[in-house]
């Protein structure tokens, strides 16, 4: 018996477990987006009134025509056909107005909620660790933020109120077909169990195709994203048959997917016409036959095969959202997924005041660190850097030089140890107070395309601190247009440009600590000279962390601290007569 029960097929109609889950989980999601209404709440009132008053109307229409239909066939009185069909008119537009109202604030409504969502979103997503975006595709992030959140509108203007008023209309029509005539009305939902049973196999074949066809667009566009930023290298190589065969890999399975969908889109629609068809034929021929036993008026079959038609637009309105909104509930998912998401080492909130950064001391006191939990960067790492002393961090690639840095601005947290600032552990800081009193310039720098200021100030316009450092930039020697407006990435500056206007970015911000991750490792020797005789006189008095190679930055530096296989050795810059000799240590 339990061999046959396991091998038993499973009726179609039956939901599976994984299915009764997914349902679960999509009213979890749909609970959750829904709570945004509650912010609109307003115009979801206006919505709902104008949706009532758009049905009352339309379910009026039937009805008037009934009475005016019969009326003016049993007096043969050509005024009273005048007024009902001016009633129904009537009827007709006022139906119209509240359904431009209702489209209209339904419209609002989700653009307030996507309008919020999206601010929400960004700002978790730039709030996030720095492992989130190690394993995340820039390109999936962009989706997330654009093509998911506007998908996701269809929630709240297709998913909830137009379902809603659907369901009402179709409520509404079926109660005025009895009013009408309980037999006639009995033979037109006949075909309704049938409709039902097309519906929940469309659905169930629908919501695998669809998830499918997401997750193939999103394979698609997170492979345009990254060709697009790596355009400069896919152009070098050059790398043009690896990217169109790529793309012609992943553009044929999403066609694929959308194939089927079509196919079954084409499949279920034509049901619904035969379906639909069937139940007008069958009013057709049960109304005339009961037209010809004088049982029924010619009102009421006119009326009746009014409210039949009328009684299949939100079928057919329901089936040709079904798939929006089934993206809206795969774009939930997602977006879901990135909120549920923690940010970075949140400060817990407390009634005791925070410290603040004073001098820039910094102690490694036995840190660990390990990215995957697996293979240790660092081990057992002690070493101080006393407030305003200038240290350069030398090792072989992979040493863990940018790792130091990166444990510093808690950008990610050690597996064993501490690490001090000022004598205090850096968690006791708030995050912003960190982050703040720390400046790192690495040796690809970001550059947003805006004006040259911009970069330098962040939006934060202090014409005082410009005024201070476009005198000192003359006092060097160098010159920098800040109204320059700059393209892509930096396009149109140099890399001793970039660095410049980095280093000038750090001065800015007046923090305790700057550090200097292979800055100045893409600019020739003469700009590096500029930038150093620049470091010499912005930052004096700070403490300073160059992460180098080159001899001419280990040489302005007062220690170095040599990282070998995750452990940490110190020297001064007097032991060192030859640069490759602290490889060899």
Do not use: C
């Not at 709570?35 to 758009?54: C, P």
């Not at 909830?160 to 409520?171: E, K, Q």
Request: a positive charge; proline letters at 3%.
């Amino acid at each position: 018996k339990e061999v046959k029960r396991a091998h038993s097929p499973v009726s179609p109609l039956r939901l599976t477990s994984m299915e009764t889950k997914n349902i679960k989980e999509e009213l979890k999601f749909l609970r959750y987006f829904f709570s945004y209404l509650l912010t609109q709440k307003n115009l979801v009132i206006l919505s709902v009134i104008f949706l009532v008053g758009g049905i009352l109307s339309e379910i009026s229409i039937p009805l008037l025509i009934r009475k005016g239909a019969d009326k003016v066939i049993d007096t043969k009185r050509f005024e009273l056909l005048l007024i009902y069909s001016g009633a129904v008119l009537l009827a007709i537009i006022i139906s119209s107005i509240n359904h431009y109202f209702l489209i209209y604030f339904t419209n609002k409504v989700g653009q307030n909620i996507i309008y919020d969502i999206r601010k929400q979103l960004f700002s978790h997503i730039i709030r996030l660790p720095m492992s989130f975006f190690d394993k995340t595709q820039s390109g999936k992030l962009v989706i997330r933020l654009t093509n998911d959140v506007e998908n996701l509108s269809e929630l709240f203007v297709s998913g909830l109120i137009t379902f809603t008023a659907d369901i009402l209309i179709i409520a509404g029509i079926i109660t005025v077909l009895f009013i009408l005539n309980l037999k006639l009305a009995l033979v037109s939902i006949a075909v309704f169990p049938i409709m039902i049973i097309v519906v929940i196999l469309f659905r169930k074949k629908a919501s695998r195709i669809y998830l499918e066809i997401r997750r193939r667009i999103s394979e698609l566009n997170s492979f345009i994203s990254e060709s697009i930023l790596g355009i400069k290298t896919i152009k070098i190589l050059p790398a043009y048959s690896f990217a169109i065969r790529n793309f012609e890999t992943l553009n044929r399975k999403y066609s694929e997917e959308v194939e089927k969908s079509i196919i079954l889109f084409a499949l279920f629609f034509s049901s619904i016409i035969f379906i639909s068809s069937i139940s007008l034929g069958s009013v057709m021929w049960f109304g005339g036959l009961k037209i010809l036993e004088r049982e029924i008026g010619f009102g009421t079959f006119l009326a009746f095969w009014y409210a039949v038609n009328k009684l299949f637009d939100p079928i057919w309105d329901f089936s040709e959202k079904y798939n929006i909104v089934q993206s809206a509930i795969a774009a939930a998912k997602r977006i879901r997924e990135i909120f549920s998401t923690p940010k970075e080492y949140e400060d817990r909130k407390t009634q005791k005041p925070k410290p603040k950064i004073e001098k820039g001391e910094i102690e490694f006191k036995d840190v660990w660190f390990s990215y995957d939990g697996k293979k240790t960067v660092i081990s057992n790492v002690s070493f101080k850097i006393n407030s305003g002393e200038k240290v350069a961090i030398v090792g072989l690639t992979g040493a863990g030089k940018t790792t130091i840095a990166n444990l510093l601005t808690r950008v990610y947290k050690p597996q064993k140890g501490k690490i001090l600032i000022d004598g205090k552990d850096i968690d006791e800081y708030e995050l912003s107070e960190l982050r703040k009193s720390i400046s790192l310039i690495h040796q690809d720098v970001f550059i947003f395309s805006r004006k040259v200021k911009e970069n330098i100030t962040l939006g934060e316009d202090d014409d005082e601190k410009m005024k201070k450092i476009m005198k000192i930039l003359e006092q060097i020697g160098i010159e920098l247009d800040i109204e320059k407006e700059i393209g892509e990435d930096g396009a149109g500056l140099s890399s001793g440009e970039k660095q410049i206007i980095a280093t000038l970015r750090a001065l800015y911000f007046d923090p305790k600590i700057i550090i200097f991750d292979e800055a100045t490792a893409f600019v020739d020797p003469n700009t590096e000279k500029k930038i150093n005789k620049l470091i010499d006189e912005l930052f004096q008095g700070k403490t300073i962390i160059k992460i180098a190679h080159r001899p001419e930055t280990i040489k302005t530096t007062q220690r170095i601290i040599l990282i070998k296989k995750g452990k940490v050795q110190e020297l001064s810059p007097k032991e060192i007569k030859n640069i490759e000799l602290i490889y060899q240590i």
